[in-house]
């Protein structure tokens, strides 16, 4: 540590973090950003991925990285005790994604398709099945890693539309799984390292006397330790950069599979006579409700990219406060001490802890989901999860940037964040429609109430308040709702159709529905400031709540002007306000990284260091002396 550093950020020093009330204010945060549960859910977690596995390996093949994340998922699958237990405690499930994506990227999809989507799919819809047992304990002891293969080369997003087919032969009491076309190739599920022995969900369309019964789900062995089992093809897809799962296309030709492997849950039966007897109203909402643990998976995808996101800033906050550049008239200064810095960072840190309390809120709300409100509960993950994602991608990418060369490199694990929020945007519902689907619905959704005026009097309003500040949002999201169903009804009520009325309107009913999630996030936010138990927590969560209000009221300020929701003054001022905002935060910044009780041990990336010079030095392998003196 230089002592210019030190003279700009004491805290930087480990000085201030030596006091004890700063080591309350850090404790402090963190229970609020681990919602009081990090040690009974998550510091076993943390502590795992201390283990010597998780040291970097560098220059490995995609197919040797690809092998070392299986092996690295398997560990931890080793330390998080029996399976039945873990699957009835969801928090730990999201918790793993959480942190073991910090260290490896990949991980992170091998575990969540493992647990949630395909063992979480066979309980679900195999309940009180004892046919099923040896599937589960396979499963549950993870000798063989579970996958989910759905989507098709010709059918993305439309999972209703899939045309692999599981034909019933009544007299074998099997079905014939079968791939008919190129269009209906598996694509791009993780079968391509294929000595490892894996079981697979498939959705596949059941066939019975030649009639069309929807897409369902069918357990089928992929591959044991001596390859592929009959039937079953996969061609390795190219590389995708810094990914290192072994996604293949995957087809089938004529796979027998017994009939116990079908699973219909409370979808319909198969009866003894072989009809099938559906339970649900239509096709789509029978493979809707089949891949019901998209939406636990949803929430871990997202958790697990907000904690990259902690992370990133982590790691580019306290590399800026070390980071030295020339100052017109000063020598050298952190690159930290610049404007351009502290908009970029601490923007960052307001968004990542904003998504932190959004989805630490989802998970409750998920947590005490029933029938009466389970379509709401839907609905905000959903919003979550396309806000949060799109945030954190912009949140990562930022953080890149500004770290400079340094953060070009894997090494230093925001650049391998990148590619993997660019995943979690398209898996598992890809963003865009699935906040349109969140749109439509809460359109056509009545409501009595006309929803919010203007805001009257804007100029009597102060900017920073919470309270304006949610007024303007819950403004903004009723406006657009109530002006795209306008929209919507008069078109269709003229010579439109619903697919031309939709089109229209489409854009300003996805932006309602990133409204309400904002809204929701500084909602949380604020509750978050008003629960913290210390005086620096607090201050040091108010400026930052301020800082996120203050930058989504930014972001649409043209629109508030031109209805009269703010004056000219203050979108002026707006700018300015941020700025100074930022100014505010900068002795406050390391205290609220610390909240993310990370440590450079843990993510091992130099930049990180409280040295950054000798830690890079010790990993390119050069012992020269430290500098005497500090830099000019
Ligand atoms: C990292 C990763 C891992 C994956 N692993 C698996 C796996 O294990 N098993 C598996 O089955 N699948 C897997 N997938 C595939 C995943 O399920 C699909 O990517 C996802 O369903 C989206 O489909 P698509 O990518 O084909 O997008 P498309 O359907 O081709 O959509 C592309 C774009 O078109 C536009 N668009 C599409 N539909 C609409 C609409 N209705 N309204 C407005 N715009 C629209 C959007 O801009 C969208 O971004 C994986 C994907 C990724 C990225």
């Known amino acids: 540590m230089t002592s210019v550093t030190t003279q700009y950020f004491p805290a930087a020093s480990g000085i201030r973090e030596a006091e004890p009330e700063i080591r309350e204010a850090a404790e402090d945060l963190a229970a609020l950003v681990y919602d009081g549960k990090f040690d009974s859910v998550h510091a076993d977690l943390r502590a795992a991925l201390e283990d010597p596995m998780f040291d970097q390996r560098h220059g490995l093949a995609p197919l040797e ?9 398997r560990f931890l699958h080793g330390r998080l005790g029996p399976a039945a237990e873990l699957m009835r405690d969801q928090l730990r499930m999201f918790a793993i994604g959480e942190w073991s994506c910090l260290i490896d990227t990949t991980t992170l999809p091998i575990l969540n398709i493992h647990y949630n989507l395909c063992l979480g799919t066979i309980l679900q819809h195999g309940a009180g099945r004892d046919d099923l047992a040896d599937y589960i304990d396979e499963l549950g002891s993870m000798s063989s890693i579970g996958l989910l293969i759905a989507t098709e080369l010709g059918h993305g997003n439309n999972i209703a539309a899939l045309e692999t087919e599981a034909v019933y032969d009544h007299a074998s009491r099997e079905f014939v799984l079968n791939t008919p076309h190129a269009r209906a190739q598996k694509f791009m599920p993780n079968t391509g390292i294929s000595d490892i022995p894996k079981l697979a969900v498939v959705m596949a369309r059941l066939k019975v006397d030649g009639a069309d019964c929807g ?10 330790h001596n390859g592929l089992c009959e039937g079953v093809h996969v061609t390795r897809l190219p590389e995708k950069p810094g990914f290192a799962l072994d996604n293949a296309v995957t087809r089938f030709d004529h796979v027998r599979i017994p009939r116990r492997n079908l699973l219909t849950g409370d979808m319909g039966q198969l009866t003894d006579d072989g009809v099938f007897q559906g339970a649900v109203g239509s096709k789509r909402k ?12 949803r929430i871990c995808l997202t958790g697990a990219l907000i904690s990259a996101g902690r992370a990133s800033v982590y790691i580019a906050v306290r590399y800026a406060e070390q980071r030295l550049t020339a100052a017109p008239g000063r020598g050298e200064v952190p690159i930290l001490a610049y404007r351009s810095q502290q908009i970029a960072l601490f923007s960052s840190l307001a968004q990542v802890y904003a998504m932190t309390f959004l989805v630490n809120h989802v998970k409750t709300e998920y947590l005490s989901r029933h029938s009466g409100n389970e379509a709401e509960v839907d609905q905000l993950i959903s919003i979550a999860k396309a806000l949060s994602s799109w945030e954190m991608s912009r949140v990562i990418h930022v953080c890149r940037e500004r770290c400079g060369a340094q953060g070009m490199f894997s090494v230093n694990r925001i650049a391998d964040y990148v590619p993997m929020a660019q995943g979690v945007v398209t898996a598992e519902g890809d963003n865009l429609p699935l906040l349109a689907t969140v749109a439509a619905q809460m359109l056509a959704r009545r409501s009595r109430s006309a929803g919010k005026t203007t805001p009257s009097d804007p100029a009597s309003r102060d900017l920073l308040t919470g309270t304006f500040q949610l007024d303007l949002l819950q403004y903004r999201e009723d406006s657009l709702r109530r002006e795209a169903r306008q929209a919507m009804t008069e078109e269709t009520r003229g010579d439109g159709t619903l697919f031309s009325a939709w089109n229209q309107n489409m854009t300003a009913a996805t932006s309602m529905a990133r409204t309400r999630g904002v809204r929701l996030a500084l909602e949380q936010f604020l509750t978050a400031v008003e629960n913290a138990e210390t005086e620096d927590g607090r201050t040091a969560l108010r400026l930052l709540a301020c800082l996120y209000g203050l930058l989504e009221v930014n972001r649409d300020s043209g629109w508030y002007l031109a209805r009269n929701a703010l004056t000219a003054e203050q979108v002026e001022r707006l700018p300015r306000e941020i700025e100074s905002l930022c100014e505010q935060i900068l002795p406050h910044s390391r205290l609220l990284v610390d909240g993310f009780n ?18 890079v030095s010790r990993l390119v392998g050069q012992d020269l002396p430290a500098p005497r003196t500090a830099s000019r």
Do not use: H, M
């Open 65 to 73: 990285a690809g092998r070392l994340s299986y092996e690295r998922a």
């Open 215 to 224: 897409v369902l789900p069918f357990i089928v062995r992929i591959s044991d």
């Open 286 to 297: 029978q493979v809707l409700r089949a891949l019901d643990r998209v939406t636990p998976g």
């Open 598 to 615: 990370l440590t450079p041990e843990l993510l091992r990336a130099p930049i990180a260091d409280d040295d950054y010079i000798t830690a």
